[in-house]
């Protein structure tokens, strides 16, 4: 079965220093991940995606992540961080069979803390 | 401007009611989902549609109903044999045009139900 796991549920970093939230997911095909930000009792945004082609992804934000099939990980960077990033980030991979495609399956979730 | 609405920001359910939470999207999109957060649980599915009158069980589908009756909207109802139903509910809507894994999930704002 598709899984997503998200090994830190809180960092903690500080304004202006470098991020790098971990992603890693379980399936043996090519992965269609996804990256979500949500802010204190709000929606998901959607910050970048991947399905195929560049391993390096670009998004809003600021944001890139790099897919490695070898690690089976998907990590999101950001090379200075603002205080206005302090939010729960989801890690989600697709599911791509049958009548259940494109349902997301999500990780539980890193919450990030900016100090001044 | 398009998007995503739910209604209501906030809803109390009293023991034995069923409680009806909307979702309306004015995207044009084919594809709705519901998905059911809890803290430190990431977001769980409960039903997906991807056209109208045409909806799916998700992963946690017991203890709730949807319907489908048109494409801007796609109500959930929380109904009383839902044991645990304190939680924050997202509604979210893809263009729905086959490729279903590859599509982006817009989410609305959420719904927070409380038990009273």
């Known amino acids: 079965a598709q899984s997503v796991t998200q090994p830190d549920i809180h960092i903690t970093v500080s304004e202006g220093a470098s991020l790098e939230l971990r992603c890693n997911y379980s399936?043996?095909?090519?992965?269609?991940l996804f990256w979500y930000v949500q802010s204190p009792g709000q929606g998901l945004q959607l910050l970048l995606k991947?399905?195929?082609?560049?391993?390096l992804v670009q998004g809003i934000k600021g944001f890139e992540a790099e897919f490695k099939r070898s690690q089976s990980s998907f990590n999101l960077r950001k090379p200075s961080v603002h205080w206005s990033d302090a939010a729960e980030y989801f890690c989600?991979?697709?599911?791509?069979?049958?009548?259940?495609?494109?349902?997301?399956?999500f990780g539980k979730g890193t919450k990030l803390s900016v100090k001044p | 401007d398009g998007g995503i609405t739910q209604s209501p920001k906030y809803l109390f359910r009293k023991e034995g009611q069923n409680v009806t939470l909307s979702c309306e999207q004015n995207?044009?999109?084919?594809?709705m989902y519901w998905y059911r957060q809890d803290p430190g649980q990431g977001l769980r599915l409960i039903y997906y549609?991807?056209?109208?009158?045409?909806?799916q069980k998700g992963d946690i589908a017991e203890g709730y109903s949807v319907s489908r009756e048109k494409k801007e909207s796609f109500p959930l109802t929380v109904t009383s044999a839902q044991k645990n139903p304190t939680a924050f509910y997202l509604c979210?809507?893809?263009?729905?045009?086959?490729?279903?894994?590859?599509?982006?999930?817009?989410f609305g704002p959420g719904t927070r139900l409380l038990v009273l």
């Open positions: 995207l044009n999109h084919d594809a």
């Open positions: 549609s991807q056209i109208v009158n045409d909806f």
């Open positions: 399936y043996g095909a090519t992965p269609y």
């Open positions: 989600a991979v697709a599911r791509n069979y049958g009548g259940s495609q494109g349902n997301l399956i």
């Open positions: 991947y399905f195929s082609g560049d391993t």
């Open positions: 979210a809507s893809s263009i729905g045009r086959g490729r279903f894994a590859q599509e982006t999930q817009y």
